[in-house]
């Protein structure tokens, strides 16, 4: 079965600064992956998503993703955090049984 | 539209009761999923529905755990015999299918005293 590993537990950034949350899949077959985010007392919004094609991804609150096959990665970038970008963020890997598997997710702090 | 929706939001109940948890999907939603997602840690997948049958089953932490899906729509999750460590928040979610996102209910919030 497909698994997703996200290494950071816990990320601090100060505000303006850049960030690279990482993500890494084992998955036989090419798959669908996903990064979500949960800010605190709210529900899991869709960031971006990939399935084929070109391999940086643009999503939402100008977060994207490179998806990099020799890797079996998919990170999440932001070029300059805001501080409402503090939150948890989830990556996730669905297979071709329609089974999606999350990472255990990294918390995000941002520093004023 | 309506999104997906859960209930109870919370629920306290004494260790060894039963609980039903109730998700309702978006409307259309072939695919349906139950998360649990317990304090300070991530999502730990538990079953999913395609249509009213469960292809994978291997999730569910123990045989007290079960999950019907009738009609293709509602979704009840039933925990028999709760025991403190079932304490966390369950989320419900649905989507077209895998190539389309997953949008999630709100969580119920369940604590085992």
């Known amino acids: 079965a497909q698994s997703v590993t996200q290494p950071d537990i816990h990320i601090t950034v100060s505000e303006g600064a850049s960030l690279e949350l990482r993500c890494n899949y084992s998955?036989?077959?090419?798959?669908?992956l996903f990064w979500y985010v949960q800010s605190p007392g709210q529900g899991l919004q869709l960031l971006l998503k990939?399935?084929?094609?070109?391999?940086l991804v643009q999503g939402i609150k100008g977060f994207e993703a490179e998806f990099k096959r020799s890797q079996s990665s998919f990170n999440l970038r932001k070029p300059s955090v805001h501080w409402s970008d503090a939150a948890e963020y989830f990556c996730?890997?669905?297979?071709?049984?329609?089974?999606?598997?999350f990472g255990a997710g990294t918390r995000l702090t941002v520093k004023p | 539209g309506a999104g997906v929706s859960q209930s109870p939001s919370n629920k306290v109940t004494e260790k060894g009761k039963d609980v039903e948890l109730r998700c309702d999907p978006i409307?259309?939603?072939?695919?349906l999923y139950w998360y649990r997602q317990s304090l300070g840690q991530g999502l730990e997948f538990l079953i999913y529905?395609?249509?009213?049958?469960?292809?994978?089953k291997s999730g569910l932490p123990s045989d007290r755990f079960s999950a019907e899906r009738t009609g293709g729509s509602v979704s009840t999750l039933t925990i028999q015999r709760t025991q403190q460590e079932d304490s966390a928040v369950y989320l419900c979610?649905?989507?077209?299918?895998?190539?389309?996102?997953?949008?999630f209910g709100p969580g119920t919030r369940l604590t085992v005293t």
């Open positions: 998955y036989g077959a090419t798959p669908y």
């Open positions: 996730a890997v669905a297979a071709n049984n329609n089974d999606m598997r």
């Open positions: 990939y399935f084929s094609g070109d391999t």
């Open positions: 409307s259309g939603h072939t695919a």
């Open positions: 979610a649905s989507s077209l299918g895998r190539d389309h996102e997953q949008y």
């Open positions: 529905f395609q249509g009213n049958s469960a292809p994978d």
